[in-house]
Structures are given as structure tokens and as C-alpha cells.
């Protein structure tokens, strides 16, 4: 199975600008989650989608919004970017065998966002 | 408010030396995960753990749940440079869906 993708890979925008991200997941899975990473703060939960719905949300402002559409494949974006948005942003696409109660989650190679 | 503690936050050793690494918590996880990530690509996973008190092994590396589902190491035996990279581990709970809850990772060195 091909793994998770996201794309672009890499993105340089400017303070004000806002910015799209993309991610297809592994074929099947229906959770999609994003998470941005930092050096200062780590790997932080934004949200996840599954089945076309926000499912969870973490604390972001506004700004951040997703969406997922029917073949599960998930955008998110940024409004208004702000230098402090500068990071890796993660997408991870989830599954739940069978008898396990935990999910699994995959990640993609990530899109690393600069904002100048 | 950091839930997943994890340390240390960095370990520099060498090649065939043991080492262990902790995640400590003061809540509850339905399960544990353990993820190993490179730089400019994503965590991959290495294992999952459910049960309180579970062990868990994947060649070297052994991974180990608390009885009390609050804590986790992951413990790796005669080290080789192909393991250095950060380690990462995550909490997830039965009404958070797959939503994560991370610790702030430990980098990981292995000198040969």
C-alpha cells in the first residue's frame, strides 16, 4: 500500500499570507489527523477528521481550519500566517484493528512551512 | 501544560551500550505508543501497548506499559548508530479518538 502523502513538501509565505496543505492518506483508512511540530513545543494535536466530520480539535486559534473530503483525503489551512506558524505540519492517517481499541497512526513525511 | 513526560531529552552514547528511556504521567492512557523519527520525515511507529503491564519487544528494543497505564519505557540493548534518532512517545484515550497526546521526544546519539 503507498503510505501517507502530503503535499508541498515545502512552502515559504510571508506574515499575512494564508496557506493551503494537502494529505492523502493509506487507502482505507478513514481518520485523518494534523499536528504541527516545533522545536520549542513539539508535536501538537490540531484536529481530526473522520468520515468528512471534525471529529477533535485542539488548541489552536481560528486560523486553523480542515476539512476532509469524501475519498478521505484532508486540507488544512492557515489564515493570516504569523511568524510563530512556522513548523513541520504533520498528517497522520488512522486505522483501528480489530480487537485492539487503539488506533494506529501513520504519518506522512510532513510539509515544513517558513513564514517570513 | 505537558502531559508526557519524557526523559531524557537527549542521550549521547556508544555503539553496544544499553540504554532506557522514560514516559512518565500523572493520567491515565487507554494505550501507548512508541515512535522513532528522522530528520525531514515524519514518526514512524514502532509499537503499540494496551494492557497495564504489557511488555512488547521488536528485535532490540523492548517496550514496557505501566500497570497503572500512566507510564512507559522503551528500553533498547547494545545500540547501533541505526538507532539514533528521536524517540517519541504518545498517549492516546478511548473518548479522544485517534487524537495523540505527545511527549517532547528524546534525540537520541549512537557514536560508533
Known amino acids: 500500500k503507498a503510505g501517507v502523502t502530503q503535499t508541498p513538501r515545502y512552502l515559504i509565505k510571508t506574515r499575512g499570507q494564508q496557506v493551503t496543505l494537502s494529505c492523502s492518506p493509506i487507502s482505507g483508512h478513514r481518520s485523518v489527523s494534523w499536528y504541527q511540530q516545533t522545536p520549542g513545543q513539539g508535536l501538537q494535536f490540531l484536529f481530526e477528521y473522520f468520515s468528512e466530520t471534525q471529529r477533535n480539535k485542539g488548541n489552536f486559534p481560528g486560523r486553523f481550519s480542515g476539512r476532509q473530503f469524501s475519498n478521505s483525503r484532508s486540507e488544512m489551512n492557515v489564515s493570516t500566517l504569523e511568524l510563530g506558524d512556522s513548523a513541520l505540519y504533520l498528517c497522520?492517517?488512522?486505522?483501528?484493528?480489530?480487537?485492539?481499541?487503539?488506533?494506529?497512526?501513520?504519518f506522512g513525511p510532513g510539509t515544513r512551512l517558513t513564514v517570513t | 501544560t505537558q502531559l508526557l513526560e519524557q526523559s531524557p531529552q537527549f542521550l549521547s552514547i556508544q555503539e553496544g551500550e544499553n540504554l532506557t528511556v522514560y514516559c512518565n504521567s500523572s493520567s491515565v492512557f487507554s494505550s501507548l505508543q512508541w515512535y522513532r523519527q528522522e530528520p525531514g520525515e515524519g514518526p514512524v511507529l514502532l509499537v503499540t501497548?494496551?494492557?497495564?503491564?504489557e511488555v512488547k519487544k521488536l528485535k532490540r528494543l523492548t517496550f514496557q506499559f505501566g500497570d497503572a497505564r500512566k507510564d512507559s519505557s522503551l528500553h533498547i540493548t547494545a545500540a547501533q548508530p541505526g538507532d539514533t534518532g528521536l524517540y517519541l512517545c504518545a498517549g492516546a484515550r478511548e473518548t479522544s479518538g485517534s487524537r495523540l497526546t505527545f511527549g517532547e521526544g528524546t534525540q537520541l546519539t549512537v557514536n560508533p
Open positions: 497522520a492517517s488512522s486505522f483501528r484493528p480489530t480487537g485492539t481499541g487503539a488506533y494506529e497512526q501513520y
Open positions: 501497548v494496551v494492557t497495564g503491564g
